[in-house]
């Protein structure tokens, strides 16, 4: 700015004395806070920690007890919709099996993790159908197989699983299911 243009600036005393009649009487604040302002929301993500909680229940919950089973018996479920025929030609394993996941030998915990990470990726690659091989228990002894069970309460407990059956002697019999994945 020039010299000249702040000379400009300044008012005169007659100026300021007009303004002041104008506004009237004046009352000074003494503080100068601004006023406050509405508390930001958390950083907290959550509805991540939402997700979050409700796979490590998902996780931790088991399906609900079978009646013993046995060794040799035949697993077959069906989510109501589907047809028999379906199931007929599962169980005859007609259906191409794109991918297969072996859990007998391990741990609960560790079989149901792997199971979940398994079915998450079955579904991101577009797979209808696989194979989930669980063990006969045979090496069980008195407590009959173990993962046999849990792995079939786990699948009826998973919307995304259509149907399951136990495969054909040549794919692991009573030790295995072929699993029909819902469209995604």
């Not at 391990?106 to 990470?117: I, K, Y």
């Amino acid at each position: 700015m020039s010299a000249s243009h702040r000379d400009d600036d300044k008012i005169s005393e007659d100026e300021a004395a007009l303004f002041r009649s104008a506004v009237g009487p004046v009352t000074y604040i003494r503080h100068n806070r601004r006023a406050p302002q509405r508390p930001l929301p958390s950083a907290r993500p959550r509805m991540r920690e939402a997700d979050e909680a409700a796979v490590m229940t998902e996780l931790l919950v088991d399906a609900p007890p079978d009646p013993d089973i046995e060794t040799g018996d035949d697993l077959v479920h069906r989510r109501e919709g589907v047809q028999h025929a379906v199931i007929r030609r599962l169980r005859r394993g007609h259906y191409r099996c794109q991918a297969e996941i072996d859990l007998h030998g391990m741990v609960v915990d560790v079989a149901r993790h792997c199971l979940s990470e398994f079915l998450r990726e079955a579904l991101d690659r577009g797979y209808r159908c696989v194979r989930i091989v669980h063990g006969k228990g045979l090496r069980s002894g008195n407590r009959g197989p173990v993962l046999k069970g849990k792995v079939a309460g786990w699948l009826r407990q998973r919307d995304e699983v259509l149907a399951y059956a136990s495969a054909r002697p040549v794919d692991g019999g009573t030790g295995a299911l072929y699993v029909l994945l819902r469209k995604t």
